[in-house]
């Protein structure tokens, strides 16, 4: 049988493709915390087992995670937003917004072509 998963995002099925068909994993090597992406897992680690926090420079707000600091400049300081032009989404990404456009808007899926698992 085939598999019926079908992603909103190229990136989704080949993360799809590698954790479900070909079994890839990422375990921690300081608990039993296991990721199906490395970057799940690097994320994981510095927030869990790294004490380092990182500050903002622009007001009080501490992150454990240096992509949680830059994500809360980009919203909070930088006021970077992208705006779908069909309904009331924003985004901080412009690669999120074309995403959420394909695949709200326009109906764009991505079919796994594997057998089902």
């Not at 090597?29 to 903002?56: I, M, P, W």
């Not at 992509?67 to 009331?88: A, I």
């Amino acid at each position: 049988d085939q598999c019926d998963y079908q992603a909103v995002s190229y990136q989704t099925l080949y993360v799809h493709k590698r954790t479900i068909h070909i079994g890839v994993r990422y375990p921690c090597d300081q608990c039993d915390y296991v990721a199906t992406q490395f970057n799940n897992l690097k994320s994981h680690r510095e927030g869990k087992h790294e004490s380092g926090s990182h500050t903002c420079d622009q007001c009080e707000y501490i992150a454990k995670r240096s992509d949680s600091l830059r994500r809360h400049k980009k919203t909070k300081h930088d006021g970077v937003r992208y705006r779908c032009d069909q309904c009331d989404y924003f985004t901080v990404g412009s690669g999120h917004l074309k995403q959420h456009i394909q695949s709200k808007h326009e109906g764009i899926r991505y079919p796994c072509d594997q057998s089902e698992y």
